[in-house]
């Protein structure tokens, strides 16, 4: 019985006759607006489509088992340094930069830690703040193969900072003639830091393990804190200020040149592409 079709597909074709050679085309097979696929493109490139997940690549997981593991050593070894900082900060019964100069390698070794502690904190709670606005979308366009990066990149954009802020103390210190005034304040500052760093390293770890309303309610108390932390240390900072004598137009300028300006530059670089 003859046929019009192809026993493989439902395809229609026209009659082969037999002893013919006839090879169908795509357009035969698939449909008339069906074509060859192009093999030539670069095909190791990943292609990522619809919402990119920044939590959801390996090298996030990497981050926040570091920050767990840099945690429990903290606490493990570092329990009498903790609480030695929060007695000085509440209480203020020796300058930040005379407790730094007393204490010996331990208490140095515990700062030191904790800021590195810090910057993968804030690393990952700007990750987290991305997958959960809808920032960096534009890597998916510009840079694809750097999206699996973003948290290490912003560890390095926060080492950067760190490192601005102690060479503009330098600066003014070396500007103004009064180097301990400066470097003492600078000490306070990092002092604070490392005091916040202890206060939402749990919330950050919730936080990373959380989604949807709940993960908004954590990061709002996360950033609550920290923003508490910061008013604290602004009132600390001008009173600071204040008992040395020092105007608070000197204290404005030192707040936006060294606290508020590498912040505010990179919040405006990242809103561009937004």
Not at 30 to 42: H, L, T, V
Not at 58 to 86: K, P, T, W
Not at 90 to 96: E, H, P
Not at 187 to 196: A, D, G, H, K
Request: glycine share 6%; aromatic share 18%.
């Amino acid at each position: 019985m003859s046929t019009d079709f192809v026993s493989d597909c439902d395809c229609f074709l026209p009659e082969i006759s037999p002893g013919t050679e006839y090879i169908p085309s795509a357009a035969d097979v698939f449909g008339p607006g069906s074509r060859i696929a192009d093999i030539s493109a670069d095909i190791t490139t990943p292609q990522f489509f619809g919402k990119v997940s920044f939590v959801d690549f390996v090298q996030y997981d990497v981050l926040v088992c570091a920050v767990l593991v840099l945690l429990f050593y903290i606490l493990y070894n570092y329990r009498e340094s903790i609480e030695l900082l929060f007695t000085v900060l509440i209480k203020k019964k020796i300058s930040s930069d005379k407790l730094l100069e007393e204490q010996n390698y331990f208490f140095r070794q515990f700062i030191a830690v904790t800021l590195v502690l810090g910057a993968l904190i804030v690393a990952g709670t700007v990750t987290k703040i991305g997958d959960i606005y809808g920032g960096f979308r534009y890597l998916n366009t510009m840079a694809p193969m750097l999206s699996s990066w973003v948290c290490w990149i912003i560890v390095i954009v926060a080492v950067l900072v760190s490192f601005y802020k102690w060479a503009f103390v330098e600066l003014l210190g070396f500007i103004t003639g009064d180097k301990e005034f400066f470097k003492e304040h600078h000490t306070m500052s990092r002092f604070f830091f490392v005091e916040t760093v202890i206060f939402v390293s749990p919330l950050f770890l919730l936080l990373s393990f959380s989604y949807g309303k709940f993960a908004d309610i954590v990061l709002f108390v996360t950033l609550g804190i920290a923003l508490a932390m910061c008013l604290i240390f602004l009132f600390k900072s001008y009173k600071f200020f204040k008992v040395r004598n020092v105007s608070t137009l000197q204290w404005i300028l030192y707040l936006c040149g060294v606290e508020v300006f590498p912040l505010s530059f990179i919040l405006l670089l990242g809103l561009r592409h937004v």
